[in-house]
């Protein structure tokens, strides 16, 4: 099984709903975990909803440091945090294949209640797409940078 890691700089939105996806759609395959490099300390409710809404597990989820993951080996590491929008991506240092999905903060838009649905309905739209192409490689014998490559391409999915 190989180790999946998402992070981001709180890890209270995008890193948990690519946690949840991770365990829910690589079952067997991939086991997730998600952190940040300055976690928050809370779980964002509206990304709660979200998974909710897509009928996986709630339950669970920790914004935590990827400190506490020093000794958990790890294959593949992921940032989603949004460049674009001028967030400072962390670095994680691991010999693990890493690659980059910068997706928008969901938890950030101001608006209606709808507005703010739809936002994380789009991430968790993206991310769901971005986790079916990972899955649909083979994944296990791909060479290190194939694999990151491939990965990075998949960063750039949004349709």
């Known amino acids: ?4 890691f998402v992070i981001c700089t709180g ?3 995008r890193s948990v709903m690519g946690e949840a996806l991770f365990n829910h759609l690589g079952q067997g395959r991939i086991q997730a975990f ?13 990304a709660l909803a979200t998974l909710k809404r897509h009928g996986l597990p709630t339950e669970g989820y ?28 962390p670095v994680y240092l691991s010999k693990a294949v890493r ?8 938890g950030h838009v101001e608006g209606s209640e709808e507005e703010k649905i739809a936002a994380f309905e ?3 739209r993206i991310l769901t797409l ?13 060479p290190p940078d194939a694999l990151t490559a491939e990965l990075n391409t998949i960063g750039q999915l949004t349709a």
Do not use: Y
């Open 1 to 4: 099984m190989l180790n999946v």
């Open 11 to 13: 890890n209270s939105c």
């Open 34 to 46: 998600s952190a940040g490099s300055h976690p928050i300390g809370r779980i964002n409710q509206g």
């Open 62 to 89: 920790q914004s935590q440091s990827w400190d506490d993951f020093e000794h958990q080996p790890m294959d593949i590491v992921i940032t989603v945090c949004d460049n674009a929008a001028g967030e400072t991506c």
């Open 99 to 106: 690659a980059h999905w910068g997706v928008s903060d969901p």
């Open 122 to 124: 789009e991430t968790f």
């Open 130 to 142: 971005r986790v079916n192409k990972m899955l649909a490689l083979p994944l296990e014998t791909m």
